[in-house]
């Protein structure tokens, strides 16, 4: 879609309207201004709805991946547009939980369409005695479950590559796919 001509749209603030006196009954002013006029009219339509182009619910398609710029949201033009929308309304909920079991959970979720659990986050360990021994070493590091939600199908190499950019960086994350919900949840 193209902005920078609209056949036919009327400017609201016409330039010959608003001349002195002498060039209003002026043929040539008033050609040259209405020349004018349909160049300005889609600037001022824009600028009159910019808050609907700020808005990702209502945008102009083509607005998503600025916006989704300025958030830091995932764009994937291959998603459908009802998904690239939600990814930019969601973007700083889905900041604030980065690095979380939360987040990689909805990330995946909205990402994929694909349910996920979390496991075995690793934990930390500290002391209160200065020259303590050092904490054992974590387990393998968490696990991340994904199964399939309703009418979607799971990209193992497109989860690999979600969680290792949803993991904290000091955090290595084991992807398990499954076919369905995991026998022991009961989901």
């Not at 001349?19 to 300005?40: E, I, K, M, N, S």
């Not at 083509?62 to 916006?67: E, G, K, R």
């Amino acid at each position: 879609m193209s902005r920078a001509a609209v056949p036919g749209l009327p400017s609201r603030y016409p330039i010959g309207g608003q001349l002195p006196a002498l060039y209003a009954a002026d043929d040539f002013a008033q050609r040259f201004t209405a020349g004018l006029d349909t160049v300005l009219a889609p600037v001022f339509a824009t600028l009159d709805n910019l808050p609907a182009y700020l808005d990702p619910r209502v945008a102009p398609t083509d607005f998503l991946a600025w916006l989704a710029s300025w958030v830091g949201a995932a764009d994937d033009r291959q998603w459908p547009e009802e998904l690239r929308r939600e990814a930019v309304v969601r973007a700083v909920e889905l900041h604030r939980w980065r690095g979380t079991r939360r987040g990689l959970v909805e990330g995946l979720r909205l990402a994929l369409g694909v349910h996920a659990e979390v496991t075995e986050d690793g934990g930390a360990a500290w002391s209160n005695i200065s020259g303590a021994d050092l904490p054992p070493e974590p387990p393998a590091g968490p696990l991340v479950r994904v199964w399939p939600g309703r009418g979607t199908r799971v990209d193992p190499d497109r989860v690999r590559e979600i969680v290792r950019a949803m993991c904290p960086v000091h955090t290595v994350c084991r992807v398990e796919v499954l076919p369905g919900p995991p026998a022991d949840e009961g989901r």
